[in-house]
């Protein structure tokens, strides 16, 4: 829904654009004039629209870049957790086992308790074996009551053997304590060092969770932020798509314009020609203009002739599409020949520009007049060979008051099409 209303609002835009560029105002619709400008108007917003695409485009690159920077660093985390959760599985397998060894150790601790108890339940058998009559006899008082050496001898036999055996049990009885001590020792070290490593993982599994987490945020925002981008180069294609189509549709009113100027020019030809049969022609003018020449072209201006046509090194080395005659400013300029005016306004570098359209012997051909100080015809006028169009400036790039002069076969198309050397056919 959000595409199809900014649709619309393209829509109401290119409407509004169509019909500003266009139709403009009834009384200028047709004018070469007022059509190229529109013309340089749209081309500006197509080079405009044409710049925003491509930051569009640079725009979608990064955010690809950088969610392929954020998938790579996730698969990464993703083996780090597989990892971290085995090596927890296998500490929780140890845990287990050592909880079993405990638990098989607790009941060693059991039966050594028990061998303990008996132990000293045999100790204590062995203290009432030489009790008498209620009373305590010790080792020292059976011996003594020994009868003769023999009994004497038999008798510290029987208790070495006694106290040897009491030596061994109590020997063997703090082994085992020791022993049991020891294992329960390190078999604590052992599930405490188990458990601080299992806690350890826990902890880093938690991180890289979290870690993960906000990558996949991440993500998101720049797949969200990647739809919008896609949307707005999609509604940008589109407008340019529109300008386009309107740029066309100027091109093809401005030829139109431009054969139209060539037909009223050819038909001021022949009303030129019909008017010669008949009555001859003669003209007039001012002292300041220059003298009509008789056949079809006249010189445009009086002046010193300054540069030619072709290749030249001025600011460096390039091509020089007309010819220059210098002169003073306010210096006269005329038609070159019977024509029709296609264009007469400021033109980039031209500065001040009449540009005419001429039929000569039904071949179109088309001058250009730049760099005047004023202009005094307007597009769409007829003009006869020698009718003063302006007067000499230094509008534009030039370096003096001078007039660059240009002859292009066909209707004017740019300074790179069609050009010819004036002095072909214009007698400087």
Do not use: C
């Amino acid at each position: 829904m959000k595409r199809k209303l900014s649709s619309y609002a393209l829509t109401g835009t290119s409407v509004l654009l169509i019909s500003t560029l266009l139709f403009g105002s009834p009384a200028t619709a047709n004018n070469l004039n007022n059509l190229k400008g529109k013309q340089s108007e749209i081309e500006q917003k197509k080079t405009e629209l044409n710049s925003e695409i491509k930051e569009k485009e640079n725009d979608i690159q990064a955010n690809q870049t950088e969610q392929k920077k954020l998938l790579e660093q996730i698969l990464k985390l993703n083996k780090e957790i597989t990892t971290t959760e085995d090596s927890i599985t296998k500490l929780e397998t140890d845990i287990n086992l050592t909880n079993v060894e405990i638990g098989d150790l607790q009941s060693e601790i059991k039966e050594l308790e028990e061998k303990i108890a008996n132990r000293d339940e045999l100790l204590k058998e062995r203290v009432r074996a030489v009790q008498v009559n209620g009373g305590s006899i010790s080792y020292i008082d059976v011996l003594l009551g020994a009868n003769s050496f023999i009994d004497f001898i038999d008798r510290l036999s029987a208790v070495n053997t006694l106290m040897e055996a009491d030596r061994s049990i109590m020997a063997e009885q703090a082994n085992d304590k020791e022993a049991l001590e020891k294992k329960k020792i390190e078999l604590e070290d052992k599930l405490a060092s188990l458990e601080k490593s299992h806690g350890e993982l826990i902890t880093l599994k938690a991180t890289l969770d979290s870690q993960k987490a906000d990558k996949t945020t991440l993500i998101d925002q720049l797949e969200a932020e990647q739809e919008k981008l896609k949307d707005s180069k999609e509604l940008l294609e589109a407008e340019y798509q529109e300008v386009h189509e309107i740029s066309k549709d100027l091109e093809a009113k401005i030829i139109a314009e431009q054969q139209r100027m060539a037909e009223l020019a050819r038909q001021a030809e022949q009303k030129r020609n019909a008017a010669a049969q008949s009555n001859g022609s003669s003209s007039t003018g001012s002292t300041n203009l220059p003298a009509t020449s008789s056949g079809t072209w006249t010189t445009p201006a009086n002046g010193t002739f300054t540069s030619g046509y072709g290749w030249r090194n001025f600011r460096g080395k390039e091509f020089h599409y007309g010819v220059d005659v210098a002169n003073s400013i306010g210096t006269p300029i005329v038609a070159a020949a019977d024509g029709v005016v296609s264009y007469a306004a400021p033109l980039s570098t031209y500065g001040n520009v009449v540009i005419i359209t001429h039929s000569i012997n039904g071949e179109i051909f088309t001058s250009v007049n730049a760099h005047m100080n004023s202009i005094g015809v307007i597009a769409g006028q007829t003009i006869s060979k020698g009718q003063e169009i302006g007067k000499m400036g230094m509008t534009g790039r030039v370096t003096g008051p001078h007039l660059h002069f240009e002859l292009h076969t066909g209707t004017w198309a740019g300074q790179k099409v069609g050009h010819v050397n004036p002095l072909r056919y214009v007698p400087f």
